[in-house]
């Protein structure tokens, strides 16, 4: 089981002061929330990619290099990286570069992104984003899996023996999940591949998620990856603590109230209530965390969105000390201790070329070599 912490890179107001950090006052931050993460024993950390206001992170490799230089051990991640407006040329040498830098330390989540006007920044249609995703996808795969590639498609210009530099480490690209938080085709695409799938699993209700984490198990069965439960998932969730729960309210909440994408909206009580947005002590953390396991069955990735809403780095940080202290390795153990032998751990780069040189020893056939249709994902029920 994996633990970290992403962040979305918002710049937002701190309610409580009315001051806003720099755009160079934010990045910094964010590095220093990399570097934390490892300091107190987290797995991963992951940022997100955006191109508009009020975000800073546009450039995630650029970051995550960066991180890569000032780290040992940490997983570096994406909590999104947009498959749709960026050229699967570029996510491909791009990866593979940071692959080598970081000793194999990365993988990344795939998104849409949800951002209508972003879309036409790069030359792209919003309505065209589950095609893209699609399409771009199975490009990306080629390029890192074939040494040349002859390729034609709806969305770019064809390729006529190409080949992708760098290499991926090893001959094993970067580990890839699929993000989403409504679109069943998304789903089906991870299982289609034997791919991970993670559910944001922020803003909506659990049963919302609980559907669309079932329905990709149950495709990632069909496709013969393994049983719906071997299928590898990842979930987000966003936390503040306080050693008292109270207190942990009290300090919240005006960051809750004035958050640009959830405030003035529900109450806190409401969305704590419906979510899995957690705000209290450590032990409330921990027990609310472990109820994930009971709806959406033993996975492999669990983050926490930990610097949202203008909360101050030094706050942040407070929190971070708490959760690899008090939080995950509590955690850590009990969903350890609950996962059955043939669930698979998180995948490594060490796990995955371990497995690649296992298979080409037994003679296995790796599955998934087309990519499936949007008409081929079933409705969510």
């Known amino acids: 089981m994996q633990f970290g912490v992403f962040t979305v890179g918002d710049v937002t107001p701190d309610p409580t002061t009315g001051r806003t950090p720099t755009e160079h006052e934010r990045i910094r931050a964010m590095v220093a929330i990399a570097r934390k993460a490892e300091e107190v024993g987290l797995d991963v950390f992951a940022t997100g990619e955006h191109h508009n206001e009020p975000f800073v992170p546009s450039s995630p490799t650029t970051m995550l290099g960066y991180v890569a230089?000032?780290?040992?051990?940490?997983?570096?991640?994406?909590?999104?990286?947009?498959?749709?407006?960026?050229?699967?040329?570029?996510?491909?040498?791009?990866?593979?570069?940071?692959?080598?830098?970081?000793?194999?330390?990365?993988?990344?989540?795939?998104?849409?992104?949800?951002?209508?006007?972003?879309?036409?920044?790069?030359?792209?249609?919003?309505?065209d984003g589950i095609p893209l995703a699609i399409e771009n996808y199975a490009l990306l795969r080629r390029l890192w899996t074939e040494d040349v590639v002859d390729w034609e498609g709806r969305f770019r210009t064809p390729l006529q023996s190409f080949t992708s530099t760098p290499r991926p480490l090893d001959g094993v690209p970067p580990f890839v999940w699929h993000g989403s938080i409504r679109s069943p085709e998304i789903a089906e695409q991870a299982a289609y591949y034997g791919d991970g799938f993670f559910a944001n699993h922020i803003f909506w209700p659990k049963e919302h998620f609980i559907r669309l984490v079932d329905f990709y198990r149950r495709r990632y069965e069909h496709y013969g990856h393994g049983s719906a439960d071997?299928?590898?998932?990842?979930?987000?969730?966003?936390?503040?603590?306080?050693?008292?729960?109270?207190?942990?309210v009290r300090r919240f909440r005006p960051y809750f109230d004035e958050a640009p994408v959830y405030g003035h909206g529900p109450s806190l009580e409401?969305?704590?209530?419906?979510?899995?947005?957690?705000?209290?002590?450590?032990?409330?953390?921990?027990?609310?965390?472990?109820?994930?396991?009971?709806?959406?069955?033993?996975?492999?990735?669990?983050l926490f969105l930990i610097d949202h809403a203008g909360l101050p780095l030094d706050v942040v940080l407070?929190?971070?000390?708490?959760?690899?202290?008090?939080?995950?390795?509590?955690?850590?153990?009990?969903?350890?201790?609950?996962?059955?032998?043939?669930?698979?751990?998180?995948?490594?780069?060490?796990?995955?070329?371990?497995?690649?040189?296992?298979?080409?020893?037994?003679?296995?056939?790796?599955?998934?070599?087309?990519?499936?249709?949007?008409?081929?994902?079933?409705?969510?029920?």
């Open 69 to 127: 230089a000032q780290t040992e051990r940490l997983l570096l991640s994406t909590a999104v990286t947009l498959i749709t407006t960026n050229d699967p040329v570029k996510i491909a040498e791009d990866y593979a570069m940071l692959q080598h830098l970081s000793g194999g330390r990365v993988d990344l989540t795939m998104g849409r992104g949800n951002t209508g006007p972003v879309y036409p920044w790069f030359g792209k249609d919003i309505r």
């Open 230 to 248: 071997q299928a590898v998932v990842g979930l987000g969730g966003q936390v503040f603590l306080h050693k008292n729960s109270q207190e942990a």
């Open 270 to 302: 409401e969305f704590t209530e419906h979510t899995p947005l957690t705000v209290g002590s450590p032990q409330e953390v921990i027990d609310k965390t472990l109820t994930f396991r009971e709806h959406f069955g033993d996975y492999q990735r669990q």
């Open 318 to 381: 407070e929190q971070m000390e708490l959760l690899g202290s008090e939080v995950v390795p509590v955690l850590r153990r009990e969903m350890d201790a609950m996962r059955p032998a043939h669930v698979p751990d998180a995948p490594t780069h060490a796990s995955r070329v371990a497995a690649r040189d296992a298979a080409a020893r037994g003679g296995d056939r790796e599955t998934g070599l087309g990519a499936p249709t949007p008409a081929t994902a079933a409705t969510v029920a």
